[in-house]
């Protein structure tokens, strides 16, 4: 018997115990021996849960039990979180952990630790919910330089886009009805502004490169001024609008974002709709991965959790290197990253002229639903050559919006 604790006994923390509790024997099968929960910790009391029969307030219970192998830590936070995963690791225990916002922050710090221990620290569950993407990357696609990682990241995000696509909607009318549905949280920023898909980008962007990719530097643009206008030039264009993170290796170095796109229909990311999660990534000898599945919920996360307590158990003393060091990873400036955008400006013909003076090789679009202005559909260029063509027109001209549309591979 191997013995575990839940930090947490929120929705992935249910989870877990549910998944534990319900495929006991087959994961038992996998992991080779039978796994039982021992602690849960939570602050809160659940007296009609059969939890309550294995809960305790406080951590030492558990940092103390030397029967305890493996911790699962679904708190959410950061400091907290990071204090107890630590004095886990260093007690030699392995730890799995949902936590994408601990992990972004001190990953590097806590893999050294576990690497000192000999023991695990892993978070399947931290990027894509249940999907195997961050396995798939450090275990399978071992033979490959990774060009690119390329995904939507947000279930929260993704859901209100589709909505507006499919039902013309306003993006603040479907952020209040996703908030009433319970599919958005009650405080959406984290989601809405992009900050939850830039911490996933991170953790993907180390793990492709080997380096830390500093959060706080990746240029990251949520979904809020997203309009119904906008996505009527998407249909106008055969495009759909998608937030997409996106990490590349590029002559100049390695660019990474998180913005909303125009992706044309046929690209493999413009079909995933509603809450749905997918990852595309491209080895220089695999080609093109995609990953699809559910990036949240309650079951599909504790999935993923739960694969990576059955890997501690199998790997029980032994540490599984991860390729990711402390070693800062250079993210291009923003100017420097070659893009294309269309650029929404109001006006007619003779704004339209001046426009294509501005835009070499540019191309214009209109829209029946947006009468008194066009759009467009600029060359590709360097991010700064583009910013600054568009400070240049908004002295003679109104400049709505602009959008980045994808490119393929530079
Ligand atoms: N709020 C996140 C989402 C949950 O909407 O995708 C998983 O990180």
Redesign the pocket.
Known sequence: MVYIAILGFGTVGSGVYEVITKNKDVIARKAGVDIAIKYVLDSKEFPNHAVSEVLTHDVNDILEDESIQVVVEVMGGVEVPYQFVKAALERGKHVATSN?ALVAAHGPELLRIAKEKNVNFLFEASVG?GIPILRSMNRCLTADVILEVMGI???????ILTEMTEKGLAFEDVLKQAQELGY??KDPT??IEGY?ACR?IAILSSLAFGKTADFEEIPTEGITKITKTDICYAKRCNSVIKLVGISKKTSEGISASVEPMLLPKEHPLANVNG?F?AILVKGNMVGDLMFYGS??GSLP?ASAVVSDVVAAVRHHHIHVDVDWTAEKMEVLPKDHVAVKALVRIVGGEEQQKKALLAFKGGSIVTIEEAKDEFAVITAVETEKSLADKIELLSCEMKVRNRIRMEVAQL
């Open positions: 994408k919910g990241l947000n279930g929260t995000t993704n859901y958005a949280e984290a989601d939850d996933k809450a999660n990036g949240a996360t």
